[in-house]
């Protein structure tokens, strides 16, 4: 039988690369003994002095973006990834592959914020219900009123406030990695409370 070979230059990836339990550190290793360019890792020389750098890398770049996902948020509106534009003024509520405009009673006091009685109506009838909710208070994080916070717990949500900016990123980011069980419930980028 005869041996499994490895090209020199599989030999030297496998021999920089630490294992997964141990730290990545960013100290560059000593050359290889062969100089001559490897074309076939898309120009990338594996005998360079040099570690490549980790900004470079997108982990979710082969996952494709939820249908709903923020683009671009304004003071007065959100610009969703499909090129809709919101209405001036109105918030958003994402939910699985939907948005829906959404412009409860808002009543802001002391840094605390309430949504009103109906703000939760979707949460209501939608199964199954999303696992976590992200609230989106404008440009600055509220402290959401008991009652909501009573409310949405009621019918099994987590639920996590933070302001619109973040929390439009946050949703974003969670939609895609999961692919569900996540809403957001976004107040345009303006509101000030």
């Given at each position: 039988?005869?041996?499994?070979?490895l090209?020199?230059?599989?030999?030297?990836?496998?021999?920089?690369?630490p294992?997964?339990?141990?730290?990545?550190?960013?100290?560059?290793?000593?050359?290889?003994?062969?100089?001559?360019?490897?074309?076939?890792?898309?120009?990338?020389?594996?005998?360079?002095?040099?570690?490549?750098?980790?900004?470079?890398?997108?982990?979710?770049?082969?996952?494709?973006?939820?249908?709903?996902?923020?683009?671009?948020?304004?003071?007065?509106?959100?610009?969703?990834?499909?090129?809709?534009?919101?209405?001036?003024?109105?918030?958003?509520?994402?939910?699985?592959?939907?948005?829906?405009?959404?412009?409860?009673?808002?009543?802001?006091?002391?840094?605390?914020?309430?949504?009103?009685?109906?703000?939760?109506g979707?949460?209501?009838?939608?199964?199954?219900?999303?696992?976590?909710?992200?609230?989106?208070?404008?440009?600055?994080?509220?402290?959401?009123?008991?009652?909501?916070?009573?409310?949405?717990?009621?019918?099994?949500?987590?639920?996590?406030?933070?302001?619109?900016?973040?929390?439009?990123?946050?949703?974003?980011?969670?939609?895609?990695e999961?692919?569900?069980?996540?809403?957001g419930?976004?107040?345009?980028?303006?509101?000030?409370?």
């Open positions: 039988m005869r041996p499994f070979l090209h020199p230059t599989t030999r030297l990836l496998l021999r920089t690369r294992p997964i339990s141990q730290p990545i550190h960013t100290t560059p290793h000593p050359p290889a003994k062969s100089s001559k360019p490897n074309s076939s890792l898309g120009g990338h020389n594996p005998t360079s002095t040099s570690t490549p750098g980790l900004s470079g890398l997108d982990l979710y770049n082969d996952l494709p973006n939820p249908i709903n996902s923020i683009e671009a948020l304004y003071d007065t509106h959100f610009l969703l990834t499909n090129g809709t534009r919101t209405a001036p003024g109105s918030g958003v509520f994402l939910l699985n592959d939907s948005v829906f405009t959404w412009a409860p009673a808002v009543a802001c006091k002391n840094g605390i914020v309430g949504f009103g009685p109906g703000a939760w979707v949460l209501e009838v939608v199964w199954p219900k999303p696992e976590l909710l992200i609230i989106g208070t404008g440009k600055r994080t509220l402290f959401l009123d008991p009652g909501d916070r009573r409310k949405i717990a009621e019918l099994g949500v987590r639920v996590d406030v933070m302001d619109t900016g973040n929390a439009a990123a946050q949703f974003n980011l969670l939609a895609t999961r692919g569900g069980g996540i809403a419930a976004l107040l345009v980028g303006g509101f000030k409370g």
